[in-house]
């Protein structure tokens, strides 16, 4: 059986790792009080190397914003943490016999650096970075390339695993996939599909998964 997981704010902790990042990028360049969360707001979703480009011109910064992505990268990945029980249950889902593809939107050089840096890389056959596709969650057309990287077909239906109510479990009702909505300590409000599940984390996500065996 195939299961899909996103990776931030699924499998790592994304808006911790990026606060401490424009914590100590505020203090080095000295920025005023209030940079911190200028940077976060900006960067909240999605970072991408244009996004430094409009960073550096609102701090006056003389930096080349190609550094600053690196600067980033580099940063970003360094503080990158899995979120709990995330590979042990990797772990154990896949010596069960599944089949694990991580479904992602961002940047490949951002998503990559953080995968290799937690170690993440290594529990997964198959791994969808939307720029390097030019694809997007919640296209169908996303997840029928993870598929393939994974070796796989989806048309012999999965699961989903995310804390996207419209990339991830939207993306899961465009792919067929069955859904898991990791919460994060929020209530589903609403969105495009109601998830078959909902867990607090991605660890009792994965427990469920190992209890319906596909
Ligand atoms: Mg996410």
Redesign the pocket.
């Given at each position: 059986m195939l299961a899909f997981f996103?990776?931030?704010?699924?499998l790592i902790d994304?808006r911790g790792g990026l606060e401490d990042w424009a914590r100590g990028f505020a203090r080095s360049r000295r920025l005023p009080g209030g940079s911190e969360s200028v940077i976060c707001e900006r960067l909240r979703e999605r970072a991408y190397p244009a996004d430094f480009v409009h960073l550096r011109e609102a701090f006056g910064l003389a930096d080349d914003p190609g550094d600053l992505w690196r600067e980033y990268v580099d940063g970003v990945a360094r503080s990158a943490r899995c979120l709990p029980g995330a590979r042990e249950g990797l772990e154990a889902l896949r010596a069960a016999g599944w089949t694990l593809g991580i479904t992602?939107?961002g940047a490949g050089d951002i998503q990559r650096a953080k995968l290799a840096a937690t170690g993440l890389a290594s529990h997964f056959d198959g791994i969808c970075v939307s720029e390097e596709i030019g694809v997007r969650k919640p296209a169908y057309e996303h997840f029928d390339a993870a598929a393939a990287l994974c070796g796989v077909r989806l048309s012999a239906g999965g699961w989903m695993v995310?804390?996207?109510p419209d990339?991830?479990m939207g993306g899961a009702s465009a792919a067929g996939l069955r859904a898991v909505w990791?919460a994060n300590g929020r209530e589903w409000a609403s969105g495009p599909r109601e998830p078959d599940a909902v867990v607090q984390s991605v660890a009792e996500a994965i427990e469920l998964l190992r209890e319906v065996k596909g």
């Open positions: 996103d990776l931030d704010n699924t994304r992602t939107n995310g804390d996207n990339t991830d990791v």
